[in-house]
Nanobody, 126 residues
Framework: QVQLVESGGGLVQAGGSLRLSCAASGRTFSSYHMGWFRQAPGKEREFVAAITWSGGSTYYADSVKGRFTISRDNAKNTVYLQMNSLKPEDTAVYYC???????????????????WGQGTQVTVSS
């Protein structure tokens, strides 16, 4: 089992920044690729960003590319999402998720991730 706890959400004005953190406990964190997803009211959960177990590769949704940065610190069992130039359409509950490095498939699809956090609310005002 892997337990994930997100933090860092809040209310910010358009153009502002937030940094989300996701602390993991349980099994070896460095064995897992990590992803961030988000879900806005009335919409399906969507992929935001992912990072491989070593941090060597990152992936982003087109809607956040150039504004968001995913990173991880395996010594601290934590993955981060730095969000800059926030827009009202970024408003959502943000979830971090873990998938074991041996699991095949696309990083962009939620069904490959076995463990999920409880989510943290991000609200961007215009």
């Amino acid at each position: 089992q892997v337990q994930l706890v997100e933090s860092g959400g809040g209310l910010v004005q358009a153009g502002g920044s937030l940094r989300l953190s996701c602390a993991a406990s349980g099994r070896t964190f460095s064995s897992y690729h990590m992803g961030w997803f988000r879900q806005a009211p009335g919409k399906e959960r969507e992929f935001v960003a992912a990072i491989t177990w070593s941090g060597g590769s990152t992936y982003y949704a087109d809607s956040v590319k150039g504004r968001f940065t995913i990173s991880r610190d395996n010594a601290k069992n934590t993955v981060y999402l730095q969000m800059n130039s926030l827009k009202p359409e970024d408003t959502a509950v943000y979830y971090c998720a873990a998938r074991h490095r041996t699991v095949l498939g696309s990083y962009y699809r939620a069904n490959g991730y076995a463990y999920w956090g409880q989510g943290t609310q991000v609200t961007v005002s215009s």
